[in-house]
């Protein structure tokens, strides 16, 4: 008889963006001329830069022509993209990784997903409150996280990211193994300074525990005192793997490309004797990894020419110009908002007496304005919406008009 994996029995259905999707689907047979602007679109809207498409018609040309076709390219992805990387990426901010230490992938969410594969079943894991989705659920398919209870996963420590905290989440009282942060942070558009960033390198060190750290919104960063990647803390290549993206930044949501960074120095004891992360990873992509498509590999490459990096400049600068205009209009018609200086997100504090549901209802009913509820992410999230800056100008505009008019 076939086994399968029971963990994937423990998964209950995803139920935030379907609910929504059915909320929004039941207002709009009921009002069939509502205008409905969504502000929780999680995808980006602006098309891929000029430089970026010029590249993929460079990289498709080569690929016609015997004498410049590539078929398999190596696993851990091109040479001349991991160099680039780390030239623009971490150099200039005093990192050095040599070619090796830098895996291609085809994007944050696969790499976040698949990282379990090398860990053991036996590994505590500890989330933030409200937190990334993949995190939990690749997990629980991982066999790590329990049993589903009302307090959540009974094996997984939570880290409740509270608004008298800044939504900074508390260094945990039982020891993790394995801890998933998330900077610039996605629900809560809020971020570490270098300081509170060393707080876990530093607790990650004497614990030895193992920091999974996704800087998927990196590139969204304003402020001067929040480090860009964890590597800019000292210690942090012992113990952290970092996960990076370019669907935000450079539109590569539908592309798909972005990277990961596993330490050479990173280590685990077996048996006493030191296990390179970065050996193990790298086993593990090539066997069950056969590259990213090198068409890509040259379009991601294209993002760091001096033109290509002036285009992903304006893409970033109008989604954070959105993120000002729903930040300063929410907070001048009187509501608490929190997060979209340093990320494309924005956390809103619903009004007295509105549960997460209760104050998405009413946006629709009201504004026809759609919000993404905040306990989706964690019962922390309760009491607050996410709003996303991925929107179009005058339809994020036009909603903000509403929210003045008519909330
Ligand atoms: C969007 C996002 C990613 C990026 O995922 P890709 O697979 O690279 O598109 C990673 N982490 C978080 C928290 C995100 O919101």
Not at 321 to 346: C, K, L, S, T, W
Not at 347 to 368: Q, V
């Amino acid at each position: 008889m076939v086994r399968i994996n029971e963990n994937y029995v423990k998964l209950p259905e995803s139920y935030l963006f379907s609910e929504i999707a059915r909320r929004v689907a039941a207002y709009k047979a009921a009002n069939p001329k509502a205008d409905v602007i969504s502000l929780g679109i999680g995808d980006v809207t602006r098309p891929l830069t000029p430089s970026v498409v010029e590249a993929l018609h460079r990289a498709v040309d080569e690929q016609a022509v015997a004498a410049t076709f590539r078929g398999y390219g190596p696993e851990q992805g091109y040479d001349f993209l991991r160099r680039t990387i780390i030239e623009h990426d971490f150099a200039p901010r005093g990192v050095k990784l040599e070619a090796d230490e830098v895996f291609i992938s085809d994007g944050a969410k696969s790499d976040l997903g698949n990282f379990g594969d090398i860990l053991g079943v036996d590994n505590v894991v500890a989330l933030t409150d409200p937190v990334y989705p993949v995190y939990v659920d690749s997990n629980v398919m991982g066999g790590r996280a329990g049993e589903l209870t009302d307090a959540g996963w009974s094996r997984i420590v939570y880290l409740p990211c509270l608004q008298e905290r800044g939504f900074i989440p508390a260094l945990p009282e039982t020891r993790p193994d394995v801890i998933y942060l998330c900077y610039p942070n996605n629900p809560t558009g809020t971020t570490l300074t270098r300081s509170e960033l060393k707080l876990w390198v530093d607790y990650a060190l004497q614990n030895g525990s193992l920091i999974l750290f996704d800087a998927a919104y990196e590139a969204f960063i304003t402020g001067e005192d929040v480090p860009h990647s964890i590597y800019e803390i000292e210690g942090a290549r012992k113990v952290a793997v970092e996960f990076r993206s370019f669907s935000k930044t450079a539109g590569f949501t539908g592309l798909r490309c972005g990277c990961t960074v596993v330490p050479k120095e990173l280590t685990v004891k077996v048996d006493g004797r030191e296990v390179s992360l970065n050996k193990l990873w790298n086993r593990r992509q090539c066997t069950k990894f056969n590259g990213t498509a090198y068409i890509v590999q040259r379009a991601a490459e294209a993002i760091y020419s001096p033109e290509g990096r002036r285009e992903v400049r304006e893409n970033v600068d109008y989604y954070m110009n959105n993120a000002a205009i729903i930040r300063e209009g929410f907070r001048g018609h009187g509501f608490e908002v929190f997060g979209g200086q340093d990320a494309p997100y924005i956390w809103l504090r619903t009004p007295k007496g509105f549960t997460s549901w209760g104050f998405f209802d009413r946006m629709l009913d009201e504004c026809n304005v759609v919000a993404t509820p905040g306990v989706g992410f964690g019962p922390s999230g309760e009491g607050f919406v996410r709003l996303t800056a991925f929107g179009e100008r005058q339809r994020v505009e036009e909603a903000i008009e509403r929210i003045k008019t008519k909330l």
